[in-house]
């Protein structure tokens, strides 16, 4: 079973950054990835990013790439979201999910317990 928690949410100005920090902790046989998820004010829950651990690969959704990236420390078992260049669209709850991979919510047995990021002057 994997146990994931997330940290680094706060508020931030248009246009400034964040790193968001998800720790997975446990096993699992279909721990093949590690991807995140936002909702949103009155939205349903989107996908963000994805990190395939097998070979590093990285896909981001549109509206995020160029300004978020995800990368992961291995030895801290820690995936991380840079955030750059931050819109206030980009307010939501952001949530960290592990499991198969692809944006496809039930393909994530762990998720953690959501951050919130709120962009605002």
């Known amino acids: 079973q994997l146990h994931v928690v997330e940290s680094g949410g706060g508020v931030v100005q248009p246009g400034g950054s964040l790193r968001l920090s998800c720790a997975v902790s446990g096993s699992a046989a279909d721990y093949w990835a590690t991807a995140w998820f936002r909702q949103g004010p009155g939205q349903a829950r989107e996908g963000v990013a994805i990190l395939n651990h097998e070979h590093g690969d990285t896909i981001y959704t549109d509206s995020v790439k160029g300004r978020f990236t995800v990368s992961r420390d291995n030895a801290k078992n820690t995936v991380y979201l840079q955030m750059n260049s931050l819109k206030p669209e980009d307010t939501a709850v952001y949530y960290c999910?592990?499991?198969?991979?692809?944006?496809?919510?039930?393909?994530?047995?762990?998720w953690g317990q959501g951050t919130q990021v709120t962009v605002a002057s």
């Open positions: 999910a592990a499991g198969l991979g692809g944006w496809i919510e039930s393909y994530y047995s762990g």
